[in-house]
């Protein structure tokens, strides 16, 4: 282009059309660029700015522009072909050689500048920068300080504007009000401490206060039918057995429990890059209580201040948000509104998403499958609600948010537990628990009402068990008066308690009826109606009800104020439409109860429906989770038509909650039961349901025999193992609920096994009553491993009936504690076959150890005690080692993981020196040293029994190796003993293993 040697002027005289072509070609942005640098170089005065800049061609104001620097001189070309170079990339330049030169004098800059609106001006290219996106906060400042009206801020946050064009016309508009404003605006771009952080900190702070205020008073009390008593969580809430994995023990899976203050903590994390924490439990088990409690320690001050908002969201009222929406209004429609400054609320919600935790109550009940393919990563582009949670959960929206996610356990797919944190078990009340519950519940103390129904309930283990769960549990003090009064058997099953709650309600809205009158004929219109409401909303995933659908169903006013309708707490655009209260069950198990009246008594199922029902086949998530219209529209049209058919209720199951289904099958079988024959012919009066019941009963005996058929043949010389699944338990609390023995006893009639495994099945106080309603009636004593589940006490009394079929027990990280092993020691005494006993991962002390000691000296077949990784200390060892002393029998005895000390060391190896059946002893982590390890060599001295000693990982040097040496050369019976992970070098290690090749490291 021979631009070289050209001054800046020729330069631009020369080669004007190719600057005109790239300027008036380009982006108002970058033109807009230029003129700012211009402008605090003072080339321009602010009438040359208005006119380039005033709206029209890009052409014509380019031309304009480059007419007007030439008229400057020679500097100002240069001036203009220096930002040039900074504003346009060198592909840009067409060619032509650009000359580098010098930028203004800064020497004076700053004297210059003594005025704020002039050093905005002299700043103007770094000002717009640091205020993008950042106008409306400023503005915010302005108006607040009286410099801007509330139209001027409007006008400059019109939308036709970019977030560059916003920061220039604030800093345009701010040039006329004077160097007050100015000063303003420049202490909020240089973030010295000004006004603006007051007034968003106001904001924020006044919506924290409205948000608590909203939480506190949802969180305030617990739900009851027919508002018969207001119940003030504060005033009732006990804490239930949290647990969770720890996964610090060197691979192996300890459970520990913990309470709800632990949940964000540390322990059992295992993907510290995620932001889900998970809470499961069974229905029943208080997970929406405890995160209505979680709400409320917030919103009350309490704890959990590390959050300055809450969001909490109900996965059932979720799938009823029409249309779709922003996170925004997520957030501020459907759970708190601010008042005031919604923008600046939401832009610090996505500044700090670490100071903001969401709850998302109940999972399993999202007409969701979750899935990573639909990406939505936009905080303010709308979209369905169900796509915004889908990635709330995985971080692609406000990544470091805490969400804390309750669900039943079968609703988490393989695809989010990758997004998960930590897990955590709900695993129901203890029996402190229970006990703390009932004194709260009546009365909050000791008072005679609550300790006589306490008195009741620890006498009748059925009604214990049941109220391990806690809905069941207040179920029961709910309906105390009709449980306790004479007559007739305490309520044995799920069913029977579900009963009560009915009588009660019926006694409540019946005027003048007193406990023990018939005063169900004249509600069974109601029952009826409410229980085809309850199957049609099972059988289409649906849990909450319109107006309309009630309306449909014949639900009347009548109807509703017995109670177990609610009204549901829906967000305030629900259903915006209609305008229309919506309504739900008291509880899901509430729900499927009323549907098992339904399908119990109703003449329009039938056999194949019951079949269906009995033999529902797994299913993926997806099958029963749609989308929301199609939900809604097939919920309706079952409302509309009702079950007219058994083929059509039939084939309705293959889409319900597989859940939901197993509770409500429960119920089927324990209202078609012998028991409550009278009172089901109350409801039908129909012969059917006696043939309902031979049915159901048939289904049962084939269910768990088809999983005895699966049993594969035993491996040579080991013994044959059944590995139980899920839904063998169900088949047995189904079983359980029919209280028939003769189904029981042919239910067992075929299993031929040695060993039945039950790990990792949920196994609670509940299911532990079926269980062993069920195996009292095995033919032949079986091994029965019950590990991490979670039985605790309350399940080992109900255990006790099946013990004496039982030729070992293992109970492996069970949450039991010292009065739980007391009372199976107790059973086990009486128990011939039972010769072995596993309680690993537990929460026993030394107060259990006397009674372990009393079952070595009396029990003269014991074989094995497996104690590790407890609680117990010298004293429990030693009176261990007293029982020890006096039994011939036992040959596996197991303590590690505990603290024997070295009394209780020098206990267990005296005790060796008299016992002439242990052949493994485990004393691994122990805190061993060689003082310890001395005793154990004196007494292997004398020992003939001893196969395998286990000392690894305990404090023991070379010179108690030497002990352990020198006491083999006197014994030959001992095979080897295990001393890996102590304090000896390789050296150390390689000379006494030379020494004695029995040492294994």
Same mark, same amino acid.
């Given at each position: 282009m021979g631009s070289v040697g050209m001054s800046a002027d020729q330069l631009l005289n020369a080669e004007r059309y190719q600057f005109i072509t790239v300027l008036g070609g380009g982006s108002v942005e970058n033109f807009e660029t230029i003129l700012d640098h211009l402008l605090a170089w003072d080339l321009l005065n602010w009438e040359e700015y208005e006119t380039v800049r005033s709206p029209g061609q890009l052409y014509s104001s380019s031309r304009a522009l480059l007419d007007m620097v030439m008229c400057k001189g020679a500097r100002a070309c240069e001036l203009f072909i220096l930002v040039w170079r900074q504003v346009f990339p060198r592909s840009q330049f067409l060619g032509i050689e650009l000359k580098d030169y010098e930028p203004p004098d800064e020497t004076d800059r700053s004297a210059a500048a003594t005025q704020s609106a002039r050093t905005l001006q002299r700043c103007r290219p770094s000002v717009v920068r640091r205020l993008h996106g950042r106008t409306a906060a400023a503005l915010l400042l302005l108006h607040g300080c009286g410099h801007f009206t509330q139209y001027e801020c409007d006008e400059i946050q019109l939308p036709i504007y970019t977030p560059s064009q916003q920061a220039r016309k604030l800093l345009d508009l701010t040039k006329g009000k004077g160097d007050d404003a100015a000063r303003v605006l420049l202490e909020y771009i240089e973030s010295e401490p000004s006004p603006i952080k007051s007034v968003l900190d106001n904001a924020r702070l006044k919506y924290q206060e409205k948000l608590s205020s909203t939480l506190a008073a949802q969180s305030r009390f617990l739900t009851n039918y027919a508002g018969t008593e207001n119940m003030c969580l504060e005033d009732v809430y006990v804490n239930c057995t949290l647990e969770t994995t720890d996964t610090t023990s060197g691979g192996g899976r300890l459970l520990s429990s913990v309470g709800l203050h632990d949940i964000f903590g540390?322990?059992?994390?295992?993907? +510290?890059?995620?932001?889900?924490v998970l809470i499961v439990g069974d229905a029943g088990s208080g997970k929406s209580t405890l995160l209505q409690r979680l709400q409320q320690l917030w919103a009350m001050r309490q704890h959990f201040q590390e959050f300055t908002f809450v969001f909490a969201f109900s996965c059932r009222r979720l799938n009823f948000i029409d249309g779709q929406v922003s996170l925004k209004m997520l957030l501020f429609e459907y759970c708190c509104w601010p008042d005031h400054h919604q923008d600046e609320v939401f832009q610090y919600i996505l500044d700090h998403p670490e100071e903001v935790l969401f709850t998302l109550d109940g999972f399993d009940e999202l007409k969701l499958q979750f899935t990573e393919q639909v990406k939505h990563c936009s905080p303010t582009k709308p979209a369905p609600a169900l796509n915004l949670i889908s990635n709330l959960l995985q971080g692609n929206l406000l990544k470091n948010t805490r969400k804390v996610v309750s669900s039943r356990p079968n609703a988490v797919n393989a695809a989010l537990r990758k997004y998960l944190r930590k897990e955590f078990a709900l695993k129901g009340f203890s029996r402190e628990g229970i006990q703390a519950f009932i004194? +709260? +519940? =009546?009365?909050?103390?000791?008072g005679s009402d609550a300790e006589h129904i306490l008195h009741f309930v620890e006498a009748n283990p059925a009604v214990h068990g049941l109220c391990h769960v806690p809905f069941f549990c207040w179920i029961v003090s709910k309906c105390h008066e009709q449980l306790m009064q004479g007559g007739e058997a305490p309520a044995q099953t799920m069913t029977d308690i579900y009963l009560l709650v009915l009588d009660h309600a019926l006694l409540h809205c019946t005027h003048h009826a007193q406990v023990g009158d018939d005063i169900l004929p004249a509600h069974i219109s109601t029952i009826f109606h409410l229980g085809k409401l309850a199957m049609d909303g099972l059988l289409s995933c649906n849990y909450v009800f319109s107006a309309s659908q009630l309306q449909e169903a014949q639900i009347s006013e009548e109807d509703i104020s017995m109670g177990f309708l609610v009204q549901s707490r829906s967000f305030s655009r629900v259903r915006a439409a209609t305008r229309n209260r919506n309504y739900e069950f008291l =509880?899901?198990?509430?729900?499927c109860f009323f549907a098992a009246l339904h399908i119990a008594s109703s003449e329009d199922v039938g056999e194949s429906a019951l079949s269906s029902l009995f033999r529902a086949r797994e299913k993926e998530t997806s099958t029963c989770l749609k989308s929301a219209a199609r939900i809604e529209r097939f919920s309706l049209s079952c409302l509309r038509c009702g079950l007219q058919t058994d083929r059509r209720c039939k084939a309705m199951f293959r889409d319900a909650e597989k859940s939901n289904l =197993?509770? *409500? #099958?429960?119920?089927?079988?324990?209202?078609?039961?012998?028991?409550?024959?009278? %009172?089901? =012919?109350?409801?039908?009066?129909?012969p059917r349901q006696s043939k309902k019941s031979k049915l159901v009963k048939g289904y049962m005996a084939k269910g768990i025999e088809k999983h005895f058929l699966s049993i594969p043949p035993a491996v040579r010389d080991e013994k044959k193992s059944m590995h139980a699944l899920p839904e063998f338990v169900w088949w047995i609390k189904c079983i359980y609920e029919m209280q028939d023995d003769d189904l029981a006893k042919q239910a067992v009639s075929n299993l031929e096994v040695d060993h039945l495994k039950l790990t990792y /099945?949920?196994?609670?106080?509940?299911? /532990? !009553? #079926?269980?062993a309603y069920v195996l009292r009636h095995l033919k032949n004593p079986v091994g029965l491993q019950l590990d991490y589940n979670s039985v605790g006490d309350i399940g080992i009394e109900q255990l006790l009936p099946c013990l004496g079929n039982c030729q070992s027990i293992y109970l492996r990280a069970n949450n039991i504690c010292d009065r739980g092993a007391a009372t199976l020691v107790e059973q086990a005494l009486g128990c011939s076959n039972l010769q072995k006993m596993a309680l690993f991962h537990n929460n026993l002390t030394?107060? /259990? #150890?006397?009674?372990?000691?009393r079952l070595l000296k009396h029990k003269d077949n014991f074989l094995a005690l497996? %104690?590790?990784?407890?609680?117990? *200390?010298? !004293?429990?060892?030693?009176?261990?080692?007293?029982? %020890?002393?006096?039994n011939n029998s036992i040959q596996f005895l197991g303590l590690w993981g505990n603290k024997v000390g070295d009394a209780g060391a020098s206990a267990l190896a005296k005790a060796l020196e008299d016992n002439t059946s242990l052949i493994w002893l485990s004393l691994e982590e122990n805190s061993l040293i060689d003082e310890d390890v001395q005793h154990f060599a004196e007494g292997l001295q004398n020992n003939t029994s001893l196969r395998v000693l286990? %000392?690894?990982?305990?404090?023991? *040097?070379?010179k108690g190796m030497e002990f352990i040496v020198s006491a083999l050369k006197h014994n030959v019976t001992v095979a080897s003993i295990w001393l890996g992970g102590n304090q000896a070098t390789a050296e150390e290690i390689e000379e006494v293993t030379k020494a004695e090749a029995r040492l294994t490291f």
């Open positions: 540390s322990e059992g994390v295992f993907n +510290r890059d995620a932001d889900v004194r +709260r +519940r =009546h009365g909050g103390g000791s =509880h899901i198990t509430i729900q =197993h509770i *409500t #099958a429960s119920f089927v079988s324990g209202l078609l039961s012998g028991r409550h024959k009278h %009172l089901m =012919h109350k409801f039908s009066g129909s /099945c949920g196994i609670g106080p509940l299911e /532990c !009553t #079926a269980l030394d107060d /259990c #150890a006397e009674n372990f000691a497996r %104690l590790g990784n407890n609680h117990l *200390t010298a !004293t429990g060892a030693v009176a261990l080692a007293e029982g %020890l002393k006096q286990k %000392l690894s990982n305990n404090k023991i *040097t070379k």
